[in-house]
């Protein structure tokens, strides 16, 4: 007998494909809260966070007493980096590949808004005013990318579609990437920052990459030039972004994640006309979960034949390699 339980986040409704599970007579299926959770927990072999911003099992995972694999519908999984789990010998998946082309069309939106002064050419339209303005060209403009999995990856082939031209930043610098020709080290960002109009932020949340852009970064960015983030909030000095946004020491922010979620009403950043702000929803397209539903389940199979998985994260980095 398999017990799978399954994280769900209050008011969502699990889809079809992931209850039907629990339809197999040596499944047993337990779908729980995650106040619930700490009693579910013992016996589970296979834990599913659909509830993927929940923080509840490090505080209940002692009672893991089966636990083999967790999969988190999510592609990051900073929230599964706590010291217990990280050190056992459970496996850990994400939704890598499911939120690819969503956020590099994203991106893409974010770029465009910004490049063509579509901000200021609505406040116009609400105003009714005709104000002809001059805008800017993607082609031939330069995007670092920070965050080089399968999601970056997936941006450097949008842009470079459009004759962008495209820079890595990873956890080691190298030369010679096939959808970045060069990849710089991410903890000397700093030092490559001239000439580049777009920064880009799909980086993991890890030890590493908390407060990777700091204001020594903003400091070093082009005064024309935009940061995006669309990978997690606590990337990001949010503090020493808003002074820099402020003073006018770069140009703008299309921002999609944050430190603290849901931002503040009374945050700064709403206020600013020069920034773009979206509630964490970047890789939201129309039947996404249905598609997460149906990765989990694929997965799933494989688990229950003995067969590895496509992609397994690294505990120890904080992402899949």
């Known amino acids: ?162 004759d962008v031209e495209i820079v890595g930043a990873g956890s080691r610098a190298r030369e010679g990437d096939p959808d970045f020709g060069r990849v710089i080290d991410s903890a000397d960002l700093a030092s490559h920052l001239s000439g580049v109009d777009w920064l880009i932020d799909i980086a993991p949340l890890t030890a590493r990459t908390a407060n990777l852009i700091d204001a020594e970064v903003l400091a070093a960015m082009e005064p024309h030039a935009h940061l995006i983030n669309v990978g997690r909030g606590a990337t990001v000095d949010t503090a020493a972004l808003v002074a820099a946004l402020a003073e006018g020491r770069i140009a703008g922010a299309g921002l999609d994640v944050f430190a603290e979620e849901p931002l503040p009403p009374d945050h700064p950043l709403w206020a600013m006309d020069n920034v773009i702000i979206t509630p964490h929803m970047s890789g939201d397209t129309e039947g996404w979960r249905g598609r997460l539903a149906d990765q989990f389940v694929d997965l799933f199979a494989r688990h229950r034949a003995g067969l590895p998985f496509a992609h397994t994260v690294d505990k120890s980095a904080g992402y899949v390699r």
């Open 1 to 162: 007998m398999t017990v799978l339980t399954i994280l769900n986040s209050p008011g969502t409704r699990v889809p079809a494909q992931l209850t039907e599970l629990g339809e197999a007579p040596d499944v047993e299926l337990r779908i729980v809260a995650a106040e619930e959770l700490g009693s579910a927990l013992p016996g589970t072999e296979v834990l599913l966070l659909w509830d993927f911003f929940s923080t509840a099992l490090e505080s209940e995972f002692a009672r893991a007493d089966s636990l083999r694999w967790i999969h988190a519908a999510s592609a990051g999984v900073d929230s599964l980096l706590f010291a217990d789990l990280v050190d056992s010998d459970v496996v850990v998946t994400n939704a890598r590949g499911i939120f690819d082309r969503p956020i590099a069309e994203f991106v893409l939106g974010f770029m465009l808004v910004h490049a063509k002064s579509l901000l200021g050419t609505l406040t116009d339209q609400r105003q009714s005013k005709w104000n002809r303005r001059s805008s800017r060209d993607l082609a031939g403009s330069r995007a670092l990318i920070v965050g080089t999995g399968s999601i970056g990856r997936e941006i450097a082939r949008v842009l470079a579609a459009l």
